[in-house]
């Protein structure tokens, strides 16, 4: 019997008299402002965000210390390619604001990290050619210095790590010049 009353007040003008609210909702003045802000930098990571995302995964891959993070920073990156830019349109139609453009997004995402995005994905490429390089080296060192099984197979796992990346990181830097 209880049920039926909860139900019938959730259903009558009761519970809509109820949920009203004593104040109209005003936003801050500053809230489109802020949300246009976020909106563009949200456009900006899914122009080239997705990318330092994937080299920061591969980059944590050759370590072979969290295979998990960097499988899921990789993931993040496919993700932020494919359904970005859906995802900011919605944002900003929700949020009321007018849909970024590039050159406004560039601009947000410049004032927000102070680097350009090619600019901070040269800086990725070469922190990647460095743990590229340290990991062969390490790797090499395991490998071929006579000790247990055990250190021979983790340098073994190094170098391919290490030159699994070596591509991808060659690719991003023919990249601006193709």
């Known amino acids: 019997m209880k049920l039926n009353h909860v139900i019938a007040l959730f259903g009558s003008m ?26 563009n930098v949200f ?3 899914t122009i080239r965000g997705y990318l330092i995302f994937v080299l920061l995964g591969f980059m944590i891959f050759v370590t ?44 947000s995402w410049i004032s927000l990290v102070g680097l350009s995005d090619s600019t901070l994905i040269h800086v990725l490429i070469t922190l990647g050619n460095l743990t590229v390089a340290i990991g062969l080296l390490a790797g090499s060192i ?15 796992s190094l170098i391919v790590r290490a030159l699994m990346l070596t591509p991808v990181l060659f690719f991003f830097s023919v990249t601006p010049w193709i």
Do not use: C
């Not at 104040?23 to 801050?28: L, M």
């Not at 993931?75 to 406004?104: C, D, K, L, Q, R």
């Not at 395991?142 to 021979?152: A, I, T």
């Open 43 to 45: 456009l900006a990571l």
């Open 142 to 156: 395991l490998y071929f210095v006579p000790s247990s099984n055990e250190l021979k197979s983790k340098g073994h």
């Open 64 to 107: 072979g210390v969290f295979d998990g993070l960097a499988k899921t920073l990789v993931g993040i990156g496919v993700f932020i390619f494919f359904f970005g830019p859906y995802i900011t349109n919605m944002f900003a139609a929700i949020a009321g604001v007018e849909i970024p453009s590039p050159s406004s997004a560039r601009n």
């Open 14 to 39: 009761q519970w809509a008299q109820l949920l009203q609210l004593p104040f109209e909702e005003v936003q801050p003045p500053f809230w489109l402002e802020a949300m246009q802000n976020i909106v």
